[in-house]
């Protein structure tokens, strides 16, 4: 049963009418766009896919630019529950679900200032990514588009098994990223120079690795 659904059936039984139709409404906008700000979410990690395999500065700047956007979405989304919440103080398994939901909000801004981070890194970069590195994080990304969409399905729904899934795939990535900077690393220690696209692989890396952090966040949610 989606938790929407059952919260509105519990919190009928202890509450007015007239507060439970406000919260009713709250609950589903708040739903709607929670899925809208996950989907502009994904969407960014597309787009960062798309120009790590086929540069564009143009693409690079509008990923920088609706970042923007994103995050006053999100700004609004948390500012606007806040006050629902002192509007109408709900208790319990509402206030709860209220709570999580501008936590996951939050989650999603820094997932997006992560792809916004990997853009300017590449607008700074004057030389091409390893083709091996490049195909390993556009996989990633497609990756990751499934797994922001489930940790956030599976928190809407209460699905503990997709949640579960959410997390031990993100922490697989994690730890794939995690051995490919050990590897740059060890190669920059014997190197006599460090050049920037290897300083830049590692920024981007780490992004990564941070994404799947906030993924799992949101799946433990």
Request: net charge neutral; proline share 1%.
């Amino acid at each position: 049963m989606n938790i929407l659904v059952w919260l509105l059936r519990n919190y009928w039984m202890n509450t007015e009418d007239v507060l439970m139709i406000a919260i009713e409404k709250e609950l589903r906008k708040l739903n709607d766009d929670l899925l809208q700000i996950c989907r502009l979410t994904q969407e960014a990690i597309r787009n960062i896919s798309g120009v790590l395999m086929r540069f564009d500065a143009e693409n690079t700047q509008e990923i920088i630019d609706n970042n923007k956007k994103i995050r006053v979405l999100c700004v609004a989304y948390e500012e606007y529950f806040t006050n629902i919440v002192r509007q109408y103080h709900p208790e319990d398994s509402v206030l709860k679900f209220i709570s999580s939901s501008i936590n996951i909000s939050s989650e999603l801004k820094q997932i997006t200032d992560l792809t916004a981070g990997i853009a300017e890194s590449l607008l700074s970069l004057n030389t091409n990514i390893p083709d091996k590195d490049k195909i390993n994080i556009s996989q990633f990304a497609i990756i990751f588009q499934n797994i922001v969409w489930d940790s956030v399905i599976s928190f809407l729904k209460q699905d503990t098994a997709l949640a579960k899934k959410t997390v031990l795939t993100s922490l697989t990535l994690k730890k794939i990223c995690s051995r490919r900077q050990d590897e740059l690393i060890e190669t920059n220690k014997t190197a006599e120079s460090t050049v920037r696209g290897e300083t830049v692989l590692l920024f981007i890396i780490q992004s990564v690795r941070d994404i799947a952090t906030h993924t799992v966040n949101i799946a433990k949610i």
